[in-house]
């Protein structure tokens, strides 16, 4: 009684680690419920008390970053010495990188924990060692030659047009194109519904609309996001993933787990929501509402001058910003450099609804009206094989300097993945921003070119301008003080005040562009030779 008694007091207590990888090691998966029942058996078979389970499924070996592995580590080299052994049912469940298998195991042999592999046995001679780590070494090749296998398929996969998985954008979902033995090889295919609402999103940011507005609405119309509300950042993820355009570009590395540039990634065709042309002038809209170059006041403000209004004063030049009266009931744009610093400007203030009501009769008479607006855009209806030739010059030198503002983009997202700048550097943002509204400019042209260069004689005549100035002013006299203000921040440059005029300015590109695509585009806000429609010495109201 006495001898039985003994016996179970030299049960040696232990931990059993379990692991299942995120994919098949060797084609030979041991799932955790089948490690589980041989690690028991063993323990039963050869006296060990099972103190507590830990299991890792979805995890690879190659890092520590496994929840379970790192509490199971922790524990068991505690002071406490909770347990005398942790078993595997391999090693390779353990680690499969030949550093963190030293260094794992070395820790738990220094607590005095002994590993143990209960289907690897390398005795207890002065060899086992020896044998462990070149155990662990064959596991680290094969971990390196599955992982790199793996990255080749997954090009193919690519280069055959199949998606190989992971988060799938909004508005689109996989199905099965192809069965290749137990291969199943998937596409994307948009979803009507839910593609319509990112076609709403890009049609809003286009013309100015900022992600928290866009955000609300959609709230507010009781449209989800993947069944939660939408907010800021999903709005934004949105606005900036270009796969809605047609493409996405596979970054799966090489053989020599190095990831590709943008430029260099594997093009993937799937279903356009939006155009190329749109996804640009979104961006462009959308990092000139950026807070580097925009104050959110004017980007997100339903004043309808904020931000384009200035004083026409000698030696002046400030922005005009908005002063109240009587508690409230009126507003006034006045000289922010008397208002806010002190100056003595003699810039006259000016009712609100007056100087917007001026600005808005002014456009209407004196741009949009169609003698006028026929004169300015002249050059849309020129049919000369000059014009011709003169367009195609100018289309190859916009796309040449696409090509250079691709490479810049390019450039400037390596140094973030390489570590040398962050997002949160305000040069990098900054040349972010610019460098999109510069990018949406040229594309702009582009398509201005390429629609005038494609539809010959007849791609636009004087009834297509008219019908452009018709739907510009409804525009302008929409309900909606915010979107107004958005439609006319695309085509108005400044409007300067002095004591005697009002002078309105804008370049001719952008109404050619609004001509052209349908819909009033501003162009990125970068210097321009472009002839204006009204000239700031010469011209006034």
């Known amino acids: 009684m006495a001898n039985k008694k003994s016996a179970q007091t030299a049960k040696r207590r232990a931990y059993i680690y379990m692991r299942l990888s995120a994919d098949k090691e060797g084609g030979q998966p041991q799932s955790i419920d089948a490690q589980r029942h041989a690690l028991l058996e063993y323990a039963k078979a050869n006296g060990f008390e099972i103190v507590e389970e830990f299991a890792d499924s979805g995890y690879s070996g190659t890092n520590d970053k496994r929840p379970q592995f790192k509490k199971m580590i922790k524990l068991a080299t505690d002071e406490s010495h909770p347990v005398d052994a942790v078993l595997f049912y391999m090693f390779n469940r353990l680690a499969r990188d030949m550093r963190l298998f030293i260094t794992t195991t070395g820790a738990l042999e220094d607590a005095g924990v002994q590993p143990i592999s209960i289907t690897e046995n390398f005795g207890n001679g002065q060899h086992s060692r020896l044998g462990r780590n070149i155990v662990a070494v064959v596991a680290e090749q094969q971990s390196y030659d599955t992982a790199m296998m793996t990255r080749k398929s997954r090009r193919e996969n690519a280069r055959q047009g199949f998606y190989n998985g992971g988060p799938v954008a909004f508005g689109y979902r996989s199905y099965t194109a192809r069965v290749d033995g137990e291969k199943q090889r998937k596409k994307l295919e948009i979803i009507p519904e839910v593609a319509a609402v990112v076609k709403q999103i890009f049609d809003w940011a286009e013309v100015g609309r900022g992600v928290r507005w866009i955000a609300k609405n959609l709230n507010q119309s009781g449209v989800k996001f993947r069944g939660k509300r939408f907010n800021n950042g999903n709005v934004f993820g949105i606005l900036k993933r270009s796969i809605y355009t047609g493409v996405y570009h596979d970054m799966t590395a090489d053989d020599y787990n190095v990831k590709p540039d943008i430029s260099d990634a594997i093009a993937v065709p799937v279903p356009a929501i939006v155009t190329v042309q749109q996804f640009e002038r979104a961006s462009a809209a959308s990092a000139e509402r950026n807070p580097m170059r925009s104050a959110p006041h004017v980007s997100a403000g339903t004043t309808l001058l904020t931000g384009i209004v200035r004083c026409g004063m000698p030696g002046c030049g400030a922005g005009l910003t908005i002063r109240t009266g009587k508690s409230g009931q009126y507003a006034y744009y006045a000289c922010n450099d008397r208002v806010n610093c ?134 302008l006299r929409d309900k909606d003080n915010t979107l107004r203000s958005a439609y006319i921040k695309m085509f108005v440059d400044a409007v300067t005040i002095s004591s005697e005029t009002i002078v309105i300015s804008g370049r001719v590109s952008t109404l050619e562009s609004g001509v052209s695509t349908g819909l009033p585009v501003k162009p990125g806000m970068v210097p321009s030779f472009d002839q204006q429609w009204c000239r700031l010495r010469d011209s006034n109201t």
Do not use: H, W, Y
């Open 342 to 475: 002190g100056g003595k400007c003699p810039c006259p203030s000016i009712r609100r609804e007056k100087l917007d009501e001026i600005v808005i009769s002014a456009l209407e008479s004196e741009l949009l009206a169609p003698e006028r607006l026929l004169n300015l855009l002249s050059g849309l209806l020129d049919q000369s094989d000059r014009k011709r030739e003169s367009l195609q010059a100018n289309l190859s030198s916009a796309r040449a300097e696409k090509t250079r503002l691709d490479k810049a983009m390019t450039n400037l997202l390596m140094l973030v993945e390489n570590g040398v700048m962050t997002l949160r550097d305000p040069q990098l943002a900054e040349r972010i921003a610019t460098n999109r509204s510069d990018l949406a400019l040229v594309v702009s042209q582009i398509d201005i070119f390429e629609r005038q260069l494609a539809q010959g004689k007849r791609r636009i005549d004087e009834g297509t301008i008219k019908r452009f100035g018709k739907l510009l002013s409804a525009k």
